[in-house]
């Protein structure tokens, strides 16, 4: 029982600390109070504070500098949904699809949201990352490649949150890249092909196209992976 006393506590605690943050006694970048005045102050141990530092610590919300003390963080979207990317690593065969699932529904929103909101210059270095391929890429290249591509359209849909969250699935879906790399023969002229359409289509400010063409591009990778698993 002592230990699920423990856990209890240490929860107590954590929820402590994000009320602080929550009603903005502690705003990010703020320094918290030292150890022994902030656990008195909040009637804790000292070790259940600890114990709570560190597990804010582990997703994000409090970075503990050695010699400085403990602050918190900027509590941005990318920097809290680290921890999912960290979660998605662990994917398995019959759930890997699940995350493809999710990517469908998010990236073509995103790519049509780029669409409108890209500047000039974000979608001119948009043509510039798809040209930077060599004739003949190889799998590394293609894959890197492809990262990239995704990732800039993410950010230029100008949504922090789900610019984060695409990110975060990007672990199974690079896997995914690499085995349809390898095993499917004309997938990197067919993955660019798409990816000059996303690009053509985000270029001409017409969000429906972005988005439908975004969504036959992941929904073909899924049906691959679909059928391979």
């Not at 030292?34 to 102050?41: G, I, P, S, T, V």
């Not at 680290?82 to 998010?106: C, E, N, Y």
Request: hydrophobic content about 45%; glycine content about 6%; aromatic content about 4%.
């Amino acid at each position: 029982m002592g230990g699920v006393r423990s856990v209890a506590v240490t929860d107590a605690a954590i929820d402590r600390i994000k009320d602080m943050i929550i009603t903005g006694e502690l705003a990010p970048g703020d320094r918290l109070p030292k150890e022994a005045d902030l656990a008195e102050r909040l009637g804790l141990s000292r070790n259940s504070l600890r114990e709570a530092v560190r597990a804010l610590a582990l997703i994000n919300v409090l970075d503990v500098r050695q010699g400085d003390g403990t602050y918190v963080t900027s509590l941005e979207p990318r920097l809290l949904l680290d921890a999912l990317s960290f979660v998605v690593d662990f994917h398995r065969d019959d759930t890997v699809l699940q995350f493809f699932q999710v990517r469908r529904i998010l990236e073509p929103a995103a790519t049509a949201m780029a669409a409108t909101t890209m500047s000039d210059a974000d979608i001119a270095e948009l043509r510039k990352i798809l040209d930077a391929l060599p004739a003949n890429p190889s799998i590394e290249q293609l894959v890197a490649n492809d990262l990239e591509f995704h990732q800039r359209i993410a950010e230029g849909s100008g949504n922090a949150v789900l610019c984060s969250l695409i990110e975060s699935l990007s672990g199974p879906t690079t896997r995914a890249r690499v085995w349809r790399g390898l095993t499917q023969e004309n997938a990197p002229s067919k993955t660019l092909d798409q990816h000059y359409a996303i690009y053509e289509a985000i270029a001409a400010r017409q969000p429906e196209i972005a988005q439908a063409w975004a969504t036959v591009h992941i929904a073909g990778v899924e049906e691959w992976l679909r059928q391979a698993l």
